[in-house]
């Protein structure tokens, strides 16, 4: 399978990163987003609605296993505040204590699909005040799987054990 990216200057990055920075002016969308409790509800807004279109016009393939796994990141955008060269693993585990304990990212990881990924992440984006890398989540939210999960287990900083 072929992963599907979002690069700065590349046409899906770009629409997606503009989409984004768009939600700070569409307030009644990314309320509607980030309400939204499931990856179904999602679909059916038009604020996804509107992302979905363009990312079609520039070629997105129209399967309804990726278009559930854009959906699941176009929720999660609203829910960062602000763009940050962080990844969501090193954005979880930095500092002494991290903020998404090991024992929380080890359930992320264990996510048995896109919907439990998605509801786990909504609930550790405040963990992590919001900010991330807007572009690596959506890369990663639609990419989710064995190769994803161990990317951030590598890229995680787990803590030492006391006395350990």
Not at 6 to 20: E, I, S
Not at 79 to 103: F, I, T, Y
Request: glycine share 6%; net charge positive.
């Amino acid at each position: 399978m072929t992963a599907l990216n979002f690069r700065p200057q590349q046409a899906w990055g770009d629409l997606l990163l503009r989409w984004w920075r768009d939600l700070a002016q569409d307030t009644g969308g990314r309320a509607a987003l980030r309400r939204a409790p499931d990856i179904t509800a999602v679909v059916m807004l038009p604020a996804y609605q509107h992302l979905h279109r363009r990312l079609l016009a520039a070629g997105w393939p129209d399967q309804p296993w990726h278009n559930d796994r854009l959906a699941a990141a176009a929720g999660l955008l609203a829910h960062v505040r602000e763009h940050s060269e962080r990844n969501l693993p090193q954005a979880m585990s930095e500092g002494d204590k991290p903020c998404v304990s090991p024992l929380r990212f080890m359930r992320l990881l264990d996510s048995p699909d896109i919907d439990a990924l998605f509801s786990g992440l909504r609930r550790a984006l405040p963990l992590i005040q919001h900010r991330t890398d807007v572009l690596a989540l959506a890369t990663d939210v639609v990419n989710w799987g064995d190769a994803v999960k161990k990317r951030w287990a590598y890229a995680y900083h787990w803590p030492a054990k006391a006395g350990g």
